[in-house]
């Protein structure tokens, strides 16, 4: 069961056009939906957190928390939570470098998203595995909780992730930080996302 949602305040020009006024009462939307079955955690930049708590106001089960970011991706940039079998939850900071670093990332500055993960578990009073720096993203992988995990070739082994890494190697990293027994691997994942094609 989830204890709650993250969600990133939208701010970067480069993906939110006309000052994100639109994505920002997109995000309004989709965080009272959500806070109505589950807490809201809605990150902000500094210079942003006014308009956050001034449009968020009145939701009830939603927290507006201050943290830097490069850009508004929660799924991508924020922790991964496992939970052992006696019910202990801890976090997953996984490297992040804006869906393929050099080689293809989508910006040239991702080191603010890539403290997310763990700023939030510190924040928060989760313990976290730090797995830097083993790239990864929340999108580029789908677990049905049980120990099955789906990933796509396209995307964990494109050039710009983990390069060094063979694909029984980076299955050992799956294992080791998710718990994962099975792992399958779909050639191909969404096509033309702009990030090697998440599952």
Not at 24 to 47: G, H, N, Q, T
Not at 124 to 140: K, T
Not at 188 to 199: C, F, R, S
Request: with cysteine; aromatic share 10%; charged share 25%.
């Amino acid at each position: 069961p989830h204890v709650g949602c993250i969600m990133i305040w939208p701010k970067r020009p480069g993906s939110w056009k006309r000052g994100a006024k639109k994505a920002r009462e997109a995000f309004r939307r989709v965080a009272a939906a959500i806070a109505e079955s589950e807490k809201v955690y809605m990150l902000a930049e500094p210079d942003v957190i006014w308009n956050a708590r001034e449009m968020l106001a009145g939701i009830a089960n939603l927290e507006v928390m201050e943290m830097e970011s490069n850009d508004a991706w929660a799924r991508d940039v924020g922790p991964t939570f496992v939970c052992s079998q006696d019910g202990c939850v801890r976090g997953i900071d996984w490297a992040f470098n804006a869906w393929g670093g050099a080689v293809d990332g989508l910006y040239a500055d991702w080191e603010k998203d890539d403290q997310v993960a763990g700023r939030f578990c510190e924040r928060l009073g989760y313990e976290c595995y730090n797995a830097h720096p083993f790239v990864l993203e929340g999108g580029s992988i789908h677990s049905d909780g049980e120990g099955t995990l789906i990933v796509t070739k396209a995307c964990l082994l494109s050039r710009g992730r983990n390069p060094e890494l063979s694909k029984d190697q980076i299955e050992e990293k799956l294992r080791a930080y998710l718990g994962a027994r099975k792992i399958i691997w779909l050639t191909h994942g969404i096509y033309n996302d702009e990030t090697n094609e998440h599952v």
